[in-house]
């Protein structure tokens, strides 16, 4: 089965950008994945899916400064003009017909 | 609008079964593609995915907690069902239901915490 796997921690000043990283398995790496924002005390919020092209498909609501994109194996989460509320954990999830997993989720702190 | 809600009991003890009801509302789990899972996360740790339903009542397991885990839907209540046997304490965690249709979680229920203690 896949494996994803995210850097544990990450932080970024108020106003700046911060780019998260997802790394796909090596046989997964055409995967699409799905980035979740956990922030504290609350359940997880769906931001979007990420194809492995670049393209990605955010969810209802989600601000426009959040992006994606992909690189091989790699797939990112890009959050422009940092806000305090941006302070999380975010998780990437995929998924096969068998299947879900998660990431170890990324706590991103905003300075 | 789709919501999902978990209920169940917020404390069960060591080796009993845990029971746990999604009730959502906004779809339908006979729509082809939409999916009904259950996902875990003990306190200050990740998230863990446990079971899926599709639509069709075909049902996918965590190959870790496989034989310890029941997932059942009920189309007219709407509601789905986890059973998960023998309890232990490291099993202590929030429990969250999801909804997907074709993929990914799309959108996560509040959470229910579940404490496993004697």
């Known amino acids: 089965q896949p494996v994803l796997t995210q850097s544990s921690s990450a932080s970024a000043s108020l106003g700046s950008s911060v780019k998260l990283t997802c790394t796909l398995s090596r046989r997964h790496i055409n995967y699409i994945i799905a980035w979740h924002q956990q922030q504290p005390g609350k359940a997880p919020r769906y931001l979007m899916k990420?194809?492995?092209?670049?393209?990605?498909n955010k969810g209802s609501g989600v601000p426009d400064r959040f992006s994606g994109s992909s690189s091989g194996a790699a797939r990112y989460l890009t959050i422009s003009n940092l806000q305090s509320e941006d302070e999380a954990d975010y998780y990437c999830e995929t998924w096969d017909s068998n299947t879900r997993v998660f990431g170890g989720g990324t706590k991103l702190t905003v300075l | 609008q789709i919501t999902l809600k978990e209920s169940g009991p917020t404390l069960v003890k060591p080796t009993q079964t845990l029971t746990l009801t999604c009730t959502f509302s906004g779809f339908s789990l006979t729509t082809s593609g939409v999916v009904v899972g259950w996902i875990r996360q003990p306190p200050g740790k990740a998230l863990e995915w446990l079971a899926l339903i599709y639509w069709d009542d075909d049902k996918r397991y965590s190959p870790s907690l496989k034989s310890r885990l029941t997932i059942t839907k009920d189309i007219s209540k709407p509601q789905v069902v986890l059973t998960m046997t023998n309890m232990d304490p490291v099993d202590t965690a929030t429990y969250y239901c999801?909804?997907?249709?074709?993929?990914?979680?799309?959108?996560w229920g509040q959470g229910t915490l579940v404490t496993v203690s004697s």
């Open positions: 990420l194809e492995d092209s670049g393209d990605y």
């Open positions: 999801a909804h997907s249709n074709r993929g990914g979680t799309e959108y």
